[in-house]
């Protein structure tokens, strides 16, 4: 860095932000990255419980929520798990598969942070930490001047990779998207993403003591559905298939959880009152979901009998409370635990291809500061290292 200035400034010193300056300073750009935290790759480091589910292999649009649900392709279709594979290997880090092609750390997430900076380090990015940024500016001659504790630093170029707004003790800021503001973009309606759902009332009452029971569910909102447990918390639900759904889930809207997924919820029960006549309800469904989840049940939303018992009407009650249980989400858990941001900086004033912005030349956006939302499994880093390296390549 000359006098303050260097060509590009990276504002945020995660996955995205770290994979951009690498990708950029490798093209032979002087590049600067300023993270307000202690340290760059908090999030990277707490994800995956400590092991960071790095990618997924399965990785295509359709795993994405924004407005504009087409603004994800290019980059994802350029940078695909594949590349980052090939970066993970070549640093010889241990990883494996988990379910539905989530790759993990066979140790830890220490060793990606490690392997980002490795990569920033040997093509001379400089990364400055604990450095809040105070103000941004554009001069006359188009380039951004950026107040900080290291003074007044000039760039032509400008990259925003601030994150969200989830974990804010872990350094995340509203201040990617004051920015985008300042620099009149429009910035689409935030909410926590990937978060527990809350119960109240009789809800939460008739779960008490539960907290820890897990079962596989189908939890469907908003027109989509996910198969996969659900936990119950002290609070509410929680568990990937509630984490899943929750991203598409509004207060207000409807839950539908199916209790017997993949079952056809009647037939099952029209077997038992063949086959299994003198056996009780609770005691049946306990052979499919653990045994005070089924108990819980039969206590407060269904009648346990044996089944001989049952009329066809009531038979078919059951089946319907089974495949949509009636609960009642009041709320989510928020930013405190959320894993992301939904909503954000609007991709129609970004472009797909450089993520330049296209009301100020030079300017950038990355990473999960855009309204790109991934699911649960990889799919959020997928899209840091994506639209990092497309940027990187752009600066
Ligand atoms: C607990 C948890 C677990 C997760 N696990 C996974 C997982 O296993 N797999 C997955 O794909 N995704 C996971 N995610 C989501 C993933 O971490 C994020 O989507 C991803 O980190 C977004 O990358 P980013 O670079 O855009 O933002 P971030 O990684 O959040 O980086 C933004 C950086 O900008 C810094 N910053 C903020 N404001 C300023 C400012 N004013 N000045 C300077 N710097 C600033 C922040 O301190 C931060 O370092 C997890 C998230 C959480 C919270």
Known sequence: MRNGHVEVAVIGGGAAGLMCAMVAAARGRRVLVLERANRVGKKILMSGGGRCNFTNTGTGPENYLSANPHFCKSALARYTPWHFLELVERHRIAWHEKELGQLFCDESSKLIVRMLLDECAKVGVRIETECDITAVDVADDGRFCIDSRLGRTTAERLVVASGGLSIPSMGASGFGYELARQFGHEVLPTRAGLVPLTLSGKHLERLDGLSGVSLEVEASSGGASFRNAMLVTHRGISGPAILQVSSYWQPGDALRLDLLPGEDALALLQQWQRQRREAELRTLLSETMPRRFAQRLCEHWLQSRPMKQYTPAQLQQIAD?????????????GYRTAEVT??????????????????????????????????????????????????????
């Open 321 to 333: 409370t089974l495949a949509a249980w009636p609960i009642v989400a009041s709320g989510t858990e």
């Open 342 to 395: 939904l909503g954000g900086v609007d991709t129609d004033g970004v472009s797909s291809s450089t993520f330049e912005s296209r009301r100020v030349p030079g300017l950038h956006f990355i990473g999960e500061v855009l309204d790109v939302t991934g699911w649960l499994g990889g799919y959020n880093f997928q899209w840091a290292w994506a639209s990092g390296h497309a940027a990187g390549q752009a600066v």
